[in-house]
């Protein structure tokens, strides 16, 4: 097996968390850092979390995704409209988690470039399989586990409405607040969106 930088494989938590990311960053920006965010959050049940356990637990993975982003993309969270947060959540989903990114590129944009734009359980199964030949923390991965982490997976492309409730994948017309912030960042990462060629060098431009 080579080695390869291991995956985190920790996004069992969830969805996008998208109307507690908003709280979280609203505060962050606020405070300049985490832990008066963090003594906000549990003194005020701010996330709305059934059990003080169930509430650090969403708090340390919705910060751990806006630990991600930029002062000017947490402010475009706040500030943006629906489709530009929730572009923002996914992005930042793609950067915490490597292994969500790929997927990203080699199977949900692959497939919208190929026009097969139905997504499904299969598809994840083979790119999950092809990952863990060369990833052993996929590989050592439970059945159950497996099947957990393919319907957060598919949650979160729901939220983000890249993915329709019947797995069609949607094509993204980048907003243009977003375009300029990734003008000014790493354009690459426009390939975690279903995105064709022209449109990526039509938002660049």
Known sequence: MS??????MSFSTG????????????????AGEWAPVKKQVRESNLLQARTIKSLERIF?????????????????LVNGNMKERQCLLWLAICRTYPFVADFAREVLREKFLKLSLT???????VFLNRKAEIHEE????????????RQVLFKMLR????????????????????????????????????????EIRRCLS
Request: charged share 30%.
């Open 3 to 8: 080695h390869q930088t291991k995956y985190p």
């Open 15 to 30: 969805g996008l968390f998208l109307e507690e990311s908003l709280k979280l960053a609203e505060l962050f920006l606020q």
């Open 60 to 76: 340390l993975e919705a910060s751990k995704r806006l630990e991600c982003l930029s002062s000017k993309e947490k402010t475009l």
């Open 119 to 125: 997504l499904n359980a299969d598809d994840y199964n």
């Open 138 to 149: 996929v590989e050592s991965l439970s059945e159950s586990t497996r099947v957990r982490l």
């Open 159 to 198: 939220e983000a409405e890249l993915l329709t409730s019947t797995g069609e994948i949607r094509p993204l017309s980048l907003p243009p607040g977003l375009a300029c912030l990734f003008r000014e960042g790493n354009t690459e990462e426009l390939t975690f969106f279903p995105m064709s060629d022209d």
